[in-house]
């Protein structure tokens, strides 16, 4: 069946702009509606991995985001006790993807870059809308018939499918009655952003840095302006003016980095971290893909990523309905894919990745430095290990299940 009507996507985040765009590439008509007024600019994803610049490279968009972003070619496992580094370095997966390095760019310049480049050359098949969000959906025989709120004033749109691309707090998920199952960590997560020259006071930083402690644990990312420092806050008190406050920032920093002055920090942020996954991706002609599908911690920056692949996956089944495939049949074919990758791999991946970094147990920490050291100095484990955690395995993975 030729898709004549337009596939509605909710959401102008880095997952619902990678659907629209690849969607009006292949002509299908879409309309891309964003709740906001404007594309958020708050900082929040800031790698995007090998396979997901590949596809970024198909869209075009992968130039002009690599202009604006660091090529982080290598990263670090350190451990602040030994001060023992383990390096991995990307370029061992050349043969594996076009792209063998980490991007390190603001996620907002990426759907700044493709919600311009929908406006200048697919104006005739995509329709960009800002203030315009989604409040419910029915399904009829043949489509959908969606809820919106325009500037605040309800009407309702004909459409053929529907993505949510609408975040964590996804409307179209809860329109759709999906439940979204998993749990919540007890310590929130700040980031703090600074644009003091970190690499000045660590001995070979790299542009992403995870960083084991007994005590505290934290992650140091590179973006083109700033370092960004995340840091686990106590479960046990409930105070986010006080991790907040000057006083309790500068002195993380000053413990991660003693230094003589006050670090200026110029974007703070608090945040709630969950592992949770939708007990599905699809209800009849509704699809969820990115947060509203799946949240999980920011340990490997595999959310977004992730999100990309869902689009990637999702646009290629509806690619093949528009040339004439049978609906039913792919569309569950979206779900066991992405769905069962996600519980099996990213959820798997991104909880272990935290209880390796924060345990308590000199052991357990001796002996995942070890390993990464190990692993990092051996061309087969360290291609092993990154084709994991670059999440290339997870997309051939996806790609066996039928
Ligand atoms: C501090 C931090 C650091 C992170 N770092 C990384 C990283 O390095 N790598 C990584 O892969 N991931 C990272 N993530 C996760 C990443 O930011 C998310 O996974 C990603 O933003 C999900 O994209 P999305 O498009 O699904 O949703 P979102 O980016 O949340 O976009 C959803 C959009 O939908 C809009 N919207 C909401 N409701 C409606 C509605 N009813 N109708 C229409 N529009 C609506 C919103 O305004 C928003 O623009 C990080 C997250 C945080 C908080």
């Excluded at 043949?142 to 004909?158: C, N, T």
């Excluded at 979204?180 to 000045?200: Q, R, W």
């Excluded at 977004?304 to 040339?323: E, F, P, R």
């Amino acid at each position: 069946m030729a898709i004549t009507e337009p596939v509605v996507i909710a959401g102008a985040g880095p997952v619902g702009c990678t659907a629209a765009l690849r969607l009006a590439q292949a002509g299908i008509p879409v309309i891309l509606l964003e709740a906001l007024d404007d594309l958020p600019e708050t900082l929040r994803a800031s790698t995007f991995h090998p396979p997901s610049m590949d596809m970024l490279d198909e869209l075009g968009m992968a130039k002009p985001l690599i202009e604006q972003g660091l090529i982080c070619q290598k990263y670090q496992y350190r451990d602040r006790r030994t001060g023992e580094i383990a390096e991995f370095d990307l370029s061992v997966l050349e043969g594996d993807t076009r792209h063998p390095y980490r991007l390190q760019a603001e996620q907002w310049k990426y759907t700044r870059l493709v919600w311009n480049e929908l406006q200048a050359k697919y104006s005739n098949v995509a329709t960009c809308l800002f203030n315009h969000a989604i409040k419910g959906v029915w399904q009829t025989a043949d489509g959908l018939e969606i809820l919106v709120s325009d500037h605040g004033e309800e009407k309702v749109l004909r459409g053929s499918f529907l993505i949510g691309a609408d975040g964590a707090d996804s409307a179209v998920r809860k329109a759709a009655a999906i439940r979204f199952e998993g749990f919540t960590y007890p310590e929130k997560f700040l980031v703090a952003s600074t644009p003091f020259p970190l690499e000045e006071k660590f001995e070979r930083l790299a542009l992403v840095n995870y960083v084991s402690d007994p005590e505290e644990w934290l992650v140091l990312l590179r973006t083109p302006t700033l370092w960004r420092v995340l840091i686990p806050t106590d479960p046990a008190i409930e105070n986010d003016a006080l991790w907040l406050s000057d006083q309790w920032i500068q002195d993380r920093l000053h413990h991660m980095a003693p230094h003589d002055e006050d670090y200026e920090i110029i974007h703070r942020s608090i945040y709630r971290v969950h592992q949770r996954v939708a007990v599905t991706y699809r209800r009849g002609r509704v699809l969820l893909a990115g947060d509203s599908a799946h949240i999980n911690n920011p340990l490997g920056g595999m959310g977004m990523n992730g999100g990309i692949h869902d689009a990637w996956n999702l646009c290629d089944k509806l690619i093949q309905i528009h040339a004439g495939e049978p609906m039913d049949p792919l569309l569950d074919l979206y779900d066991r894919q992405r769905r069962g990758i996600c519980v099996r791999f990213v959820q798997e991946h991104t909880k272990n990745n935290k209880a390796l970094m924060e345990s308590k147990d000199p052991e357990v920490q001796r002996k995942r430095q070890a390993d990464f050291m190990r692993a990092a100095n051996d061309h087969g484990l360290a291609r092993a290990f990154l084709l994991k955690t670059s999440m290339i395995q997870s997309l051939r993975e996806a790609a066996l299940i039928v």
